[in-house]
């Protein structure tokens, strides 16, 4: 049995990127492994954002997940704020990275772009120390992500020898598992650029109202020319939403291909609306009657258990690295 973990940030609802590239492969892992499923309110505060919508995101977001196919009796879902052994060995952790290192990130050069006129909090650099530290601090073998955490993982991966090396071997090599074809499901709107909270109006919400639904997928963008055929390079939007459908119903690309010879762009958005509403609708049903107190006694179930099993590693690691008197 291996140890699994992963987290996601409450900075807005669940959308159809964080379920086909992390979710659904914790789904499966959940019932073979040891799993932890970290809510990175943390790594939420990197950015600029609103205390209470924070919280009720948080709430939002970990009975999305339960709705989803996260089962509490198997995976350990926590709060990374719950566990203050996440922040201390970021510390730990962030002496022995280096600047340049950080500063080379994709998503640090992309972030800090992007807030320039607000400022540039130093937590948007330090976000990869703290993503080592939650991973490491598990000693987490298997970290189920999509493939914009590739060089975040790396990076870990490059910390935590750098660590053993000087210290002792205390940290396993986690691995990543990113997704063979949904490792980046891309913007409705722009399918160029990753489906993310940033980009709503391209982004898929999973339980959002259905009429939202359907109009953000049949105002997708396509591709010129008339044909469904697979082909990322060329036709990236209709690719993009070739792999959704496929995801969604279970069928082949070339079965995909083959029902839809001949049919307009617009039937088969049609289809996409119809499987995407048929796919959810039990998850849709279900995070209705999840209720907060629920949340709540998961949470701090969660809680106790991230501790509990942090503990004993954190005093090695107080111990070797002289913090222990
Ligand atoms: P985040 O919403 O940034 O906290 O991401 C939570 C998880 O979803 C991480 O494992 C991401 O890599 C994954 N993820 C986010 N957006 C996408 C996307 N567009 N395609 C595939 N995976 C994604």
Excluded at 101 to 115: G, I, P, V
Excluded at 142 to 165: C, K, M, S, W, Y
Aim: proline share 5%; net charge positive; hydrophobic share 35%.
């Amino acid at each position: 049995m291996k140890t699994v973990l992963t987290g996601i940030k409450p900075t807005g609802e669940i959308h159809l990127g964080n379920y086909l590239g992390m979710v659904q492969q914790l789904s499966d892992l959940q019932e073979k492994h040891k799993s932890f499923l970290m809510i990175a309110n943390l790594h939420a505060q990197t950015v600029p954002y609103n205390p209470k919508e924070l919280t009720d995101l948080t709430f939002e977001l970990v009975s999305s997940l339960i709705a989803l196919g996260i089962k509490p009796q198997k995976t350990t879902i926590f709060l990374q704020s719950d566990n203050p052994y996440h922040p201390y060995l970021s510390w730990i952790l962030g002496c022995l990275t280096y600047l340049g290192e950080l500063q080379r990130m994709h998503e640090f050069k992309e972030q800090s772009e992007r807030y320039k006129k607000e400022g540039v909090g130093s937590g948007i650099l330090m976000y990869p120390v703290l993503m080592a530290a939650d991973i490491l601090l598990y000693n987490a073998d298997l970290v189920p992500v999509g493939e914009d955490q590739r060089q975040h993982l790396e990076l870990t991966r490059e910390i935590a020898r750098r660590f053993n090396n000087r210290f002792g071997k205390i940290f396993k090599i986690p691995e990543a598992l990113i997704p063979k074809e949904t490792y980046k499901i891309m913007s409705l709107s722009n399918p160029l650029k990753k489906m993310s909270k940033s980009l709503p109006e391209g982004c898929l919400e999973i339980f959002a109202p259905e009429k939202e639904i359907e109009e953000k997928i049949m105002k997708a963008i396509t591709d010129s020319g008339k044909e469904i055929k697979y082909d990322p390079q060329n036709k990236p939007g209709i690719s993009n939403l070739m792999i959704i459908y496929k995801y969604l119903t279970g069928k082949t690309l070339a079965e995909i291909e083959n029902e839809f010879q001949n049919v307009s762009y617009v039937d088969f958005k049609k289809e996409i609306v119809k499987a995407f509403l048929e796919h959810f609708s039990q998850a849709r049903a279900l995070k209705r009657k999840i209720k907060k107190k629920d949340v709540l006694e998961i949470l701090k179930a969660g809680k106790e258990k991230a501790i509990k099993t942090s503990t004993p590693l954190i005093e090695k690691i107080k111990k070797i690295t002289g913090l222990k008197v």
